[in-house]
Nanobody
Framework: QVQLVESGGGSVQSGGSLRLSCAAS????????VAWFRQPPGKEREGVAA???????TAADSAAGRFTISQDKSKKTVYLQMDSLKPEDTAMYYC???????????????????WGPGTQVTVSS
């Protein structure tokens, strides 16, 4: 069983920063993808960014230039550095993991079998 635990959420003002962490108990495979998704109130869950075990990253347009995904493989932890936060970034943020092949990660919710419980991010104007 893969367990994922997010941390680092909170409340910030517009323009502020937060760093989210996703700690994994293990991964299903030596090749994997870990992704961040978010679900704003009343909306669908959407992909934010993902990182492959080999370090390649994928980012949604909403995250490009403001959010940076990284990992510490020794700690089995993936980070999401979020800068220049906007009120529209307010959401529950989830990390998800999946065994993967050699292709780049894709931000498709249904292909990730393992999910954390989420951490709330609230950005006030």
């Amino acid at each position: 069983q893969v367990q994922l635990v997010e941390s680092g959420g909170g409340s910030v003002q517009s323009g502020g920063s937060l760093r989210l962490s996703c700690a994994a108990s293990r991964y299903r495979s030596s090749r994997y993808c870990v992704a961040w998704f978010r679900q704003p109130p009343g909306k669908e869950r959407e992909g934010v960014a993902a990182i492959h075990s080999d370090g390649r990253t994928t980012a949604a347009d909403s995250a490009a230039g403001r959010f940076t995904i990284s990992q510490d493989k020794s700690k089995k932890t993936v980070y999401l550095q979020m800068d220049s936060l906007k009120p529209e970034d307010t959401a529950m943020y989830y990390c998800a993991a999946a065994g993967w092949g050699s292709a780049g990660c894709r931000l498709i919710r249904d292909i990730f079998p393992d999910w954390g419980p989420g951490t709330q991010v609230t950005v006030s104007s």
